[in-house]
């Protein structure tokens, strides 16, 4: 009996140890047998960190709705919301170095304001006489500057027409990333309460562009956290108040 107990005692460290510890294997996303040692890996719950050893394999300290960031130099970052601790496999991107194409626009300037020349200036001609240079002042004054003030309203539309394609494409991004899929497979939400879900919490442009790139399954994680904290009224969307008819 007392062999027993003092067995029990042993092994419950071991066992809750185990149940705090997510483990798991990093490779290449291309080369899927190539290993990736050196990788870190961090809780971003927690704050624990470690890295993958020379076989690319890792463990740390973890517990389910924890939220996994994996980074390596040349790869691209990757996050893993923990759903449970079972042993993982991991395939990170390689980063690509190509460079996007530049569209230039060629913009024809008026010839009146390039080569217009100061209206108070004086013609100036250099004359030898007995070796010594001296000026001779010319009494034809250049006309007047004629502007294109067309061209200030045309780079302020131009500005406007970047800033739409920029919001444009951001809204593409958000769509891309915070989707119906993504959050019932991080949240296990789905129907009215996705819908919900989806409604209140959907990052804004301002949000996403200001951090770089933007963590949606992080983001995702920590929304889920405030959602449950919720009261069920507060989960739902309030009805739109019925205009009055006379």
Known sequence: MYKLIIFLLLALPISVFAQTVTTGTVFDYSKKTLSL???????????????????????????IGDLL??????????????????????????????????????VRMNSQVTDAKDPLAEKYTLLSTGG?????????KVGGLNLNLGYGKYKRQQRKE???????????????????????DMTKLEGEELKNFMIIYRPSVETVKAERPYRYAYYISLAFVAWKKLTPQERKLQDLPKLKTN
């Open 37 to 63: 040692p050196g990788v870190s890996i961090r809780n971003l719950n927690s704050k624990k960190s470690t890295s993958t050893n020379k076989e690319g394999k890792y463990a740390i300290g973890a517990n």
């Open 69 to 106: 960031e994996f980074s390596a130099v040349g790869y691209h970052t990757d996050t893993l919301y923990l759903t449970n601790l079972l042993n993982r496999t991991i395939y990170l991107p390689v980063k690509s170095n190509s460079l996007k194409d530049v569209d230039v626009t060629a």
């Open 132 to 140: 010594n240079l001296n000026r001779k002042r010319m009494t034809d």
């Open 162 to 184: 970047a800033d739409l394609e920029e919001k444009e494409m951001y809204l593409e991004e958000i769509d891309e990333n915070f989707t119906a899929k993504a959050i019932t």
